[in-house]
C-alpha cells in the first residue's frame, strides 16, 4: 500500500520561501510530482520529476522553484522562492508508477492528503 505525506506549508509573506516534502512508502515511484488547488479553481500542475532527474515545470514558477528527490527515501521536495498571492493553494504530493512525465492529475496513481501555503501581500 503505498502512502504519501505532504508537509511544509506555511503562512509567509510575499517574496520569502517555502520548501514542501512529500515522503512515500510502499515501492518504487518513477514519476512524483506537485499540484496545487486553490478555493473554487481545478487543481494544476506545478513540477514533477522522473526516477533519473527529469523535470518539468509550469510556466508560472520556472525559475522561482526548483524540484527534487531522494531516491533512497522516496521523498520529493519543492524548494519555492520568490513566493507571490497567486501562489496560494493547497499543494498536493502525487506519484505514477509509469516512467514518464505528465501534466494531467488524471494520469497520477497516488496522491498526498495536501499541505496549505498561503502567501500574504
Known amino acids: 500500500q503505498v502512502q504519501m505525506v505532504e508537509s511544509g506549508g506555511g503562512l509567509v509573506q510575499a517574496g520569502d520561501s517555502l520548501r514542501l516534502s512529500c515522503a512515500a512508502s510502499g515501492r518504487t515511484l518513477y514519476v512524483m510530482g506537485w499540484f496545487r488547488q486553490a478555493p473554487g479553481k481545478e487543481r494544476e500542475f506545478v513540477s514533477a520529476?522522473?526516477?533519473?532527474?527529469?523535470?518539468r515545470y509550469a510556466d508560472f514558477v520556472k525559475g522561482r522553484f526548483t524540484i527534487s528527490r531522494d531516491n533512497a527515501k522516496i521523498t520529493v521536495y519543492l524548494q519555492m522562492n520568490e513566493l507571490r498571492p497567486e501562489d496560494t493553494a493547497v499543494y498536493y504530493c502525487?506519484?505514477?508508477?509509469?516512467?514518464?512525465?505528465?501534466?494531467?492529475?488524471?494520469?497520477?496513481?497516488?496522491w498526498g492528503q495536501g499541505t496549505q501555503v498561503t502567501v500574504s501581500s
Open positions: 502525487a506519484a505514477r508508477t509509469v516512467n514518464t512525465l505528465s501534466i494531467g492529475p488524471e494520469r497520477y496513481d497516488y
Open positions: 520529476i522522473t526516477w533519473n532527474g527529469s523535470t
